[in-house]
T-cell receptor
């Protein structure tokens, strides 16, 4: 069973626009992580947010975490064509350290 | 610094054959894991290891074996390949700090087709 569920499943935007995707999960977590996967490649880590944090920034990325709602969001500002990829959230649950559980991902297409 | 290296990148097997997917990391990470990725789904954990000599099952372990004789290597063995094991396999490693775990580093994947 998947711990994280991303929404939307797919997102198509133009360069310069912002992209927002959401992740919901089911159990108590130590941290939540966001990864990017370009077509046919491995996953690349973007941001890790711990359960006692509410917001985190990295360049054009902003992640929020609401543990009361068991949800997180990833915002990519000023999107570029190079941001075209699938984005996954992964949870590191409190009762199973290190055993990341992934959602099905959001496929983002950024057109020039 | 190579990170996580997986071999081979592509493999075609016949039903019933066995093979080993190799994974090596050079970051001295304690934690290593194997995931499979199927179309439309996220990654699912097959097996994991928190250190040399210690392995455990993940969500979908049936049909796979692992061993961890060194910190660097974590091979995944398919005992008798089945078409249902057609998938993309990813190896990952990370530091293991319990509730203070850090991010995982992934290999480039092995695309396996079982015919």
């Amino acid at each position: 069973s998947q711990q994280g569920e991303e929404d939307p499943q797919a997102l198509s935007i133009q360069e310069g626009e912002n992209a927002t995707m959401n992740c919901s999960y089911k159990t108590s977590i130590n941290n939540l992580q966001w990864y990017r996967q370009n077509s046919g490649r491995g996953l690349v880590h973007l941001i890790l947010i711990r359960s006692n944090e509410r917001e985190k920034h990295s360049g054009r990325l902003r992640v929020t975490l609401d543990t009361s709602k068991k949800s997180s969001s990833l915002l990519i500002t000023a999107s570029r064509a190079a941001d075209t990829a699938s984005y996954f959230c992964a949870t590191d649950a409190s009762d199973s350290w290190g055993k990341l559980q992934f959602g099905a991902g959001t496929q983002v297409v950024v057109t020039p | 610094n190579a990170g996580v290296t997986q071999t081979p990148k592509f493999q075609v097997l016949k039903t019933g054959q066995s093979m080993t997917l190799q994974c090596a990391q050079d970051m001295n990470h304690e934690y290593m894991s194997w995931y499979r990725q199927d179309p439309g789904m996220g990654l699912r954990l097959i097996h994991y290891s928190v250190g040399a000599g210690i392995t455990d099952q993940g969500e979908v372990p049936n049909g796979y074996n692992v061993s961890r004789s060194t910190t660097e290597d974590f091979p995944l063995r398919l005992l008798s390949a089945a078409p249902s094991q057609t998938s993309v396999y990813f190896c990952a490693s990370s530091l293991f700090r319990g509730p203070l775990n850090t991010e995982a580093f992934f290999g480039q994947g092995t695309r396996l087709t079982v015919v």
